[in-house]
Nanobody, 128 residues
Framework: QVQLVESGGGLVQAGGSLRLSCAAS????????MGWFRQAPGKEREFVGA????????SYADFVKGRFTISRDNGKNTVYLQMNSLAPEDTAVYYC?????????????????????WGQGTQVTVSS
């Protein structure tokens, strides 16, 4: 059974930074791409970014605009989301997710149906 546990959320002022972590267990972590999504109140869950199993390939949503960076430490079974220059519109619950497949092209990373396991989410609130 795969488990994904996010941490690192909280309240931050606009312009600040946060680093989210997602610790995984249950299957060969380095074999699977990992994604980050977010959901604001009243909105659909949206893709933030993703990283390949090896960490060599990343993909980001356009709204990230170079502010966010995804990385992973396969020795620790953990994926990170470094968020800089945060704005109030970044306020949301952030979720990590693990791909269903051991291989997929990065063009598919933004598809929610690519992922079969999800964490419980961590709240990020950015005050103006």
């Amino acid at each position: 059974q795969v488990q994904l546990v996010e941490s690192g959320g909280g309240l931050v002022q606009a312009g600040g930074s946060l680093r989210l972590s997602c610790a995984a267990s249950g299957r060969a972590f380095s074999s699977y791409a990992m994604g980050w999504f977010r959901q604001a109140p009243g909105k659909e869950r949206e893709f933030v970014g993703a990283i390949s199993g090896s960490g060599s390939v990343t993909s980001y949503a356009d709204f990230v605009k170079g502010r966010f960076t995804i990385s992973r430490d396969n020795g620790k079974n953990t994926v990170y989301l470094q968020m800089n220059s945060l704005a109030p519109e970044d306020t949301a619950v952030y979720y990590c997710a693990q791909s269903k497949y051991t291989y997929t092209t990065s063009s598919n990373y933004n598809r929610r149906d690519l992922y079969d396991y999800w964490g419980q989410g961590t709240q990020v609130t950015v005050s103006s």
